[in-house]
């Protein structure tokens, strides 16, 4: 044994005037009696008051000097040679991943031991060497910099969890070289089970140069597993919504499992099944509820079951309505093939063709489409003419236009519905003359408007005065531009677009709609916060999100979006002995270094506890004995 210290046991002559204090106290115990006569001991005590007595075997002088000796001896810091992974500037990542969350370990997880190895580190660390530690999730997280300090070292790491998704190992490698500058001996340790290694095959990674050596600490010991690994809707026009999912087994035996599939947060189906080892098994359904919002569904074990299922983080996932959110267009037309395929082709549309011949259908839409004809009684909602044939309550049709009359057309530039829509180049044989005083001109010629809009009885709606087939807008890049600037304006898009769902980390575009002024996100824990538009990135964990865009306290437009853990790298926990880092194989780390392991903190603490042993002695000390015992009353029976 050893001490970094060794000029703290100079400490040790305070035991001196320890003993000096006993020597020169005459250590007498104060006591209240009735009458000195029943306290003989005291009128017999003829011993001298001297200032100097003789040392006698004294209880709290032992705990007192030993107190002392066991807090020099932790002040020196003491501290035996002991093998260590690594030595000098060391960079340790942690796996936080989601592989990292399994229940196979020594510990309560995966993540629990591989911080318990982390301290083991720490502990065997030399006088000189320094620390720094990376938590590698979606994005690395440097917990301590470089720092010889232990105790802050043991801080960072306690304070580490885990997250729900996959690990960056290109980041965090960066992260770490960028510390080397100026080391000599340097070195990256890797605590990890393995999982979702760098793919070498990638020709996408650039690894930065190491400069030390890479050293690998493997975590975990089973492979069983079963998991959500596909979980999507699907609905075609006039077709019911269609469910598809996949549940893996990644153990080595058959596992049989309880699938379970929630709708709007009801049980709707509940299943078992068999998966063989190291398969998967797909699952269709065709029956759901064609207005359902949100699915869940899950994976269990039943209670005889022979397997185990060491990661819980996949077994469950979540599914939105991909019609949810959208815009129901419903075209009535003898046949213009231009305007369902433009419809068809825009995000968020959902585009429904309908029999001129049958007239308008009960189920209503978020907008209709007239092409070259009119039902008897016009619906109340949004509504786009084209090529009117008559007129109606709401505009008036007039002569009919012949000639190219696109020659010199003019657009609104200050109506922010055409801020891209050109008109330079398309060509028209003839248009209607309609005329409505409730609309504004958005487009027009010197013949007449070629596109009206405005809002008339809480409807918004637009006319284009010519036919489509008279024209060759809809060969032009124009065309889908027009229509994507009406149907935003007819009703504005979801303030996302997400029908498939995310994994965890992935980053959300949101759409900020027209007058929206603040966009909040409540999460699969029930908190809401404010988030900025654009991009939203904190989908660190897996569940179903609202984004809900407001205007004061109205709310103009909300969306739903899942995040699962569908990664094969994560759900394959079974543990690696050796890693892929580009073309690098990293195989498991022997202790070949040598390092000190301190154990002051335990001196400390026994001097802790022989200083409570100390105090409870001297307060029973301290206290009287009991002379008499109280008289008690006896009872005499006659």
Same mark, same amino acid.
């Given at each position: 044994?050893?001490?970094?210290?060794?000029?703290?046991?100079?400490?040790?002559?305070?035991?001196?005037?320890?003993?000096?204090?006993?020597?020169?106290?005459?250590?007498?115990?104060?006591?209240?009696?009735?009458?000195?006569?029943?306290?003989?001991?005291?009128?017999?005590?003829?011993?001298?008051?001297?200032?100097?007595?003789?040392?006698?075997?004294?209880?709290?002088?032992?705990?007192?000097?030993?107190?002392?000796?066991?807090?020099?001896?932790?002040?020196?810091?003491?501290?035996?040679?002991?093998?260590?992974?690594?030595?000098?500037?060391?960079?340790?990542?942690?796996?936080?991943?989601?592989?990292?969350?399994?229940?196979?370990?020594?510990?309560?997880?995966?993540?629990?031991?591989?911080?318990?190895?982390?301290?083991?580190?720490?502990?065997?660390?030399?006088?000189?060497?320094?620390?720094?530690?990376?938590?590698?999730?979606?994005?690395?997280?440097?917990?301590?910099?470089?720092?010889?300090?232990?105790?802050?070292?043991?801080?960072?790491?306690?304070?580490?969890?885990?997250?729900?998704?996959?690990?960056?190992?290109?980041?965090?490698?960066?992260?770490?070289?960028?510390?080397?500058?100026?080391?000599?001996? +340097?070195?990256?340790?890797?605590?990890?089970?393995?999982?979702?290694?760098?793919?070498?095959?990638?020709?996408?990674?650039?690894?930065?140069?190491?400069?030390?050596?890479?050293?690998?600490?493997?975590?975990?010991?089973?492979?069983?597993?079963?998991?959500?690994?596909?979980?999507?809707?699907?609905?075609?026009?006039?077709?019911?919504?269609?469910?598809?999912?996949?549940?893996?087994?990644?153990?080595?035996?058959?596992?049989?499992?309880?699938?379970?599939?929630?709708?709007?947060?009801?049980?709707?189906?509940?299943?078992?099944?068999?998966?063989?080892?190291?398969?998967?098994?797909?699952?269709?359904?065709?029956?759901?509820?064609?207005?359902?919002?949100?699915?869940?569904?899950?994976?269990?074990?039943?209670?005889?079951?022979?397997?185990?299922?060491?990661?819980?983080?996949?077994?469950?996932?979540?599914?939105?309505?991909?019609?949810?959110?959208?815009?129901?267009?419903?075209?009535?037309?003898?046949?213009?093939?231009?305007?369902?395929?433009?419809?068809?082709?825009?995000?968020?549309?959902?585009?429904?063709?309908?029999?001129?011949?049958?007239?308008?259908?009960?189920?209503? +839409?978020?907008?209709?489409?007239?092409?070259?004809?009119?039902?008897?009684?016009?619906?109340?909602?949004?509504?786009?003419?084209?090529?009117?044939?008559?007129?109606?309550?709401?505009?008036?049709?007039?002569?009919?236009?012949?000639?190219?009359?696109?020659?010199?057309?003019?657009?609104?530039?200050?109506?922010?519905?055409?801020?891209?829509?050109?008109?330079?180049?398309?060509?028209?044989?003839?248009?209607?003359?309609?005329?409505?005083?409730?609309?504004?001109?958005?487009?027009?010629?010197?013949?007449?408007?070629?596109?009206?809009?405005?809002?008339?009885?809480?409807?918004?709606?637009?006319?284009?005065? /010519?036919?489509?087939?008279?024209?060759?807008?809809?060969?032009?890049?124009?065309?889908?531009? !027009?229509?994507?600037?009406?149907?935003?304006?007819?009703?504005?898009?979801?303030?996302?677009?997400?029908?498939?769902?995310?994994?965890?980390?992935?980053? !959300?575009?949101?759409?900020?709609?027209?007058?929206?002024?603040?966009?909040?996100?409540?999460?699969?824990?029930?908190?809401?916060?404010?988030?900025?538009?654009?991009?939203?990135?904190?989908?660190?964990?897996?569940?179903?999100?609202?984004?809900?865009?407001?205007?004061?306290?109205?709310?103009?437009?909300?969306?739903?979006?899942?995040?699962?853990? /569908?990664?094969?790298?994560?759900?394959?926990?079974?543990?690696?002995?050796?890693?892929?880092?580009?073309?690098?194989?990293?195989?498991?780390?022997?202790?070949?270094?040598?390092?000190?392991?301190?154990?002051?903190?335990?001196?400390?603490?026994?001097? !802790?506890?022989?200083?409570?042993?100390?105090?409870?002695?001297?307060?029973?000390?301290?206290?009287?004995?009991?002379? +008499?015992?109280? !008289?008690?009353?006896?009872?005499?029976?006659?």
């Amino acid at each position: 044994m050893s001490f970094l210290t060794p000029l703290a046991l100079i400490a040790g002559l305070l035991a001196i005037p320890i003993l000096l204090l006993y020597m020169l106290r005459l250590r007498r115990r104060e006591v209240t009696v009735s009458s000195t006569f029943l306290w003989q001991q005291i009128l017999q005590d003829r011993e001298a008051n001297t200032p100097w007595q003789k040392l006698r075997r004294n209880l709290l002088l032992f705990l007192q000097l030993l107190i002392l000796a066991l807090l020099v001896l932790a002040l020196a810091r003491p501290f035996v040679i002991v093998p260590a992974v690594s030595a000098g500037q060391i960079a340790v990542l942690l796996d936080a991943s989601a592989s990292m969350n399994a229940t196979d370990s020594t510990e309560e997880t995966r993540f629990d031991e591989a911080k318990q190895q982390a301290l083991d580190m720490v502990n065997t660390m030399n006088a000189g060497d320094l620390m720094t530690v990376i938590r590698v999730a979606d994005q690395p997280e440097v917990l301590s910099p470089y720092t010889g300090d232990a105790l802050a070292l043991r801080e960072a790491i306690q304070s580490a969890e885990p997250s729900h998704a996959s690990a960056d190992w290109n980041a965090a490698l960066t992260l770490a070289a960028a510390g080397a500058a100026g080391a000599v001996d +340097f070195n990256v340790v890797i605590i990890s089970d393995g999982g979702g290694m760098l793919n070498p095959t990638d020709d996408s990674i650039q690894l930065p140069a190491i400069p030390g050596d890479l050293q690998y600490i493997p975590v975990g010991t089973a492979s069983s597993n079963v998991a959500v690994t596909a979980l999507a809707t699907r609905a075609l026009p006039g077709e019911a919504p269609q469910l598809f999912a996949q549940i893996t087994n990644y153990g080595g035996e058959d596992a049989r499992v309880i699938f379970n599939l929630r709708v709007d947060g009801t049980l709707y189906r509940a299943e078992e099944y068999t998966i063989p080892a190291n398969g998967s098994i797909p699952l269709g359904l065709n029956e759901l509820p064609e207005t359902f919002t949100t699915l869940q569904a899950g994976v269990t074990l039943p209670s005889d079951a022979t397997t185990t299922d060491y990661l819980a983080d996949d077994n469950t996932a979540w599914a939105v309505n991909a019609t949810s959110g959208g815009r129901r267009a419903l075209v009535m037309t003898e046949g213009n093939l231009f305007i369902e395929q433009v419809l068809r082709s825009l995000p968020g549309v959902e585009a429904f063709r309908g029999d001129i011949n049958r007239g308008l259908p009960i189920e209503p +839409f978020d907008l209709y489409v007239f092409d070259g004809w009119l039902p008897a009684t016009l619906p109340d909602a949004d509504m786009l003419f084209i090529n009117p044939p008559r007129s109606t309550g709401l505009f008036a049709v007039g002569a009919e236009s012949t000639g190219n009359a696109a020659l010199n057309p003019r657009v609104r530039r200050d109506d922010p519905r055409m801020t891209f829509v050109d008109f330079a180049t398309v060509n028209i044989l003839k248009f209607k003359q309609v005329t409505a005083s409730w609309a504004d001109a958005l487009i027009s010629v010197d013949g007449g408007a070629l596109l009206l809009a405005g809002e008339q009885n809480s409807s918004q709606i637009a006319i284009l005065t /010519f036919d489509l087939r008279d024209s060759d807008l809809p060969l032009q890049i124009t065309f889908p531009i !027009l229509m994507s600037a009406l149907l935003d304006w007819f009703t504005p898009p979801s303030v996302i677009n997400a029908p498939d769902g995310l994994n965890v980390g992935d980053t !959300l575009p949101i759409t900020v709609p027209p007058g929206a002024e603040t966009v909040n996100v409540t999460y699969p824990d029930g908190t809401t916060r404010a988030v900025p538009g654009v991009a939203f990135t904190d989908t660190a964990a897996p569940g179903l999100y609202t984004v809900t865009a407001l205007a004061g306290v109205e709310t103009v437009s909300t969306g739903q979006f899942a995040v699962n853990v /569908f990664d094969a790298g994560e759900s394959r926990i079974s543990p690696r002995d050796s890693i892929i880092l580009g073309d690098t194989v990293i195989t498991t780390t022997v202790e070949e270094e040598i390092g000190q392991r301190e154990f002051w903190s335990w001196l400390a603490l026994g001097a !802790l506890l022989v200083l409570l042993i100390e105090w409870i002695a001297y307060h029973r000390r301290m206290t009287a004995p009991t002379l +008499f015992k109280p !008289l008690t009353r006896r009872s005499v029976t006659a």
